[in-house]
């Protein structure tokens, strides 16, 4: 029994050494993972400082790079008289917001260097400090509190509307599915109204009203024209989706939406021109606009500022691009006067028209401007062949030699001629197509002669000054093969034989 008390004491000193041994072992090899470890995290910690430094460059540098290709910086400055307001207040955040950063990225990777893992340091408990947690809950209040008051400031300043007495261009911008339609007011200055209830993919497309007369001058262009150092107010709506009115250039930016009319006030300070000419300057935009055809010329030679949308409105929202013009005020003017209104142009005498068949006081105008520029371009040509001025809107009942009510207007418009220029005589002629027999249409054209001469008579021209003839179908202008044609040789004319 003893010996085998013995052999287990024996048996178990040897287990104990063998354990020992590998305790041993096994702490020499957990102090190894330990240098590791440690010189893994002094790599990482080196790497996270290298990182924050070329993280830094990079951020500082590309903003350096890109300066002058940035709203705001370099050339690309506001183009509205607010827009200098608004690039203050962006440049004052970047800068405070700009510090914050730099300081919070040293902060937060130099915290990962300095107290990076080391087993000779013992980490300090620390519940709370009053002080710190004073600063940086006060410098960012206080900060924020400067930044919203400054941007309050900044938009009662920009937003106010117009008031009634102020001269400012008033123009109606509507977003849709992918396109804007950009409405104007003709010369009485003021947009008609509107109605999404009479919109006509056709021929009304805005749902104008056209029992609202300040329609009938409104026009639709392809692009935004401006004059420079004029107030605009720009309605902005939209006939589908959530689209935004977004002149980058002139810092206006504001939702389409629909069924909520919003506006947008803002004053171009600088032509499109003398923009280009402010580009010019700067390499970046002395580069060709497409290298593959070096005839494209420029930059700064292609440059327009432009309207776009900016809201995600679907797949075809890239395409939502206008053209913005900036030009003089005797330009625009000229541009304004050759644009045709849509009443007139589009929607006159078709189904959407609710005067279809009427003459309004605005066809009378434009008809009398018509036949003043044609009288003057009579009266100036030294051919006689070129002294005539056709009427066009003398029209007589049909077969007969009766004037119609409107042609009174035309009429109107020879008698007021002849007062002006006493020394005139003219001649009267009437003419018809080749349907029918020729002696009634000669018979026919000189009764429509008469008549008209008779108007004039009874309106105070002194039949000294003025004969009657008619030609029937022998002096045709047209192909009387065609009904285009042959409504063009039933005409009534006034020739200036002598002045």
Not at 260 to 267: A, E, G, Q, S, V
Not at 368 to 395: C, G
Not at 438 to 445: P, R, T, V
Request: with cysteine; hydrophobic share 40%.
């Amino acid at each position: 029994m003893t010996a085998l008390v013995i052999f287990l004491i024996v048996l178990l000193l040897f287990i104990i050494l063998v354990q020992l041994g590998r305790v041993t072992e096994l702490s020499a090899k957990i102090r190894g993972e330990e240098d590791a470890e440690e010189q893994g995290n002094n790599r990482t910690a080196l790497w996270l400082v290298i990182f924050m430094i070329a993280f830094l460059v990079f951020c500082i540098g590309s903003a350096y790079y890109y300066r002058n290709s940035m709203l705001g910086y370099g050339p690309l400055t506001s183009a509205s008289e607010h827009g200098w307001a608004l690039d203050n207040l962006f440049n004052v955040t970047l800068v405070l917001t700009g510090i914050v950063f730099v300081l919070t990225q040293i902060l937060l990777f130099w915290y990962s260097y300095k107290y990076r893992h080391n087993k000779n340091r013992v980490g300090a408990f620390v519940s709370h400090n009053n002080t710190i947690e004073v600063v940086w809950t006060a410098i960012p209040a206080l900060v924020m509190t400067f930044l919203v008051v400054k941007g309050l400031i900044v938009w009662n300043d920009v937003m106010p509307d117009v008031d009634p007495s102020e001269d400012v261009i008033e123009i109606e911008a509507t977003g849709y599915q992918f396109a804007w339609d950009i409405r104007y007011p003709g010369p009485d200055g003021k947009i008609g109204t509107k109605d999404y209830q009479l919109i006509n993919p056709g021929l009304n497309p805005l749902g104008l009203d056209f029992t609202d007369v300040k329609t009938h001058d409104d026009f639709i262009a392809d692009k935004i024209v401006l004059p420079v150092d004029k107030k605009v107010r720009v309605r902005i709506t939209s006939k589908d989706v959530l689209h935004n009115f977004f002149l980058p250039h002139f810092r206006v930016k504001m939702d389409a939406i629909p069924g909520l009319p919003t506006y947008f006030i803002f004053t171009p300070t600088i032509t499109t021109a003398d923009y280009r000419q402010q580009l010019r300057e700067y390499p970046e935009w002395n580069v060709d606009q497409d290298p593959a055809d070096p005839e494209a010329g420029t930059r700064w030679e292609n440059f327009d500022f432009e309207l776009a949308c900016a809201e995600l409105c679907g797949k075809g929202h890239y395409s939502m691009r206008k053209v913005v013009e900036i030009v003089s005020q005797e330009e625009y003017d000229a541009w304004k006067a050759q644009q045709n209104s849509f009443y007139f142009s589009s929607a006159r005498n078709s189904d959407v028209d609710p005067y279809k068949g009427q003459l309004l006081d605005i066809d009378i105008a434009n008809r009398s401007k018509e036949f003043d520029a044609k009288f003057i371009e009579a009266l100036k040509a030294e051919d006689a062949d070129d002294r005539i001025v056709r009427l066009d809107y003398v029209t007589f009942e049909t077969g007969s030699p009766n004037l119609t009510a409107d042609s009174k207007y035309e009429l109107d418009n020879v008698i007021k001629a002849l007062k002006e220029n006493t020394t005139i005589t003219t001649e009267v002629s009437g003419h018809t197509d080749n349907t029918g027999d020729a002696a009634k249409n000669m018979e026919l054209s000189q009764a429509r002669a008469m008549a008209v001469m008779q108007y004039l008579l009874d309106n105070g021209i002194d039949s000294s000054r003025m004969n009657a003839k008619g030609y029937g179908q022998t002096r045709p202008v047209a192909d009387n093969e065609t009904e285009e044609g042959r409504q063009q040789n039933r005409r009534t004319e006034f020739k200036i034989i002598s002045q």
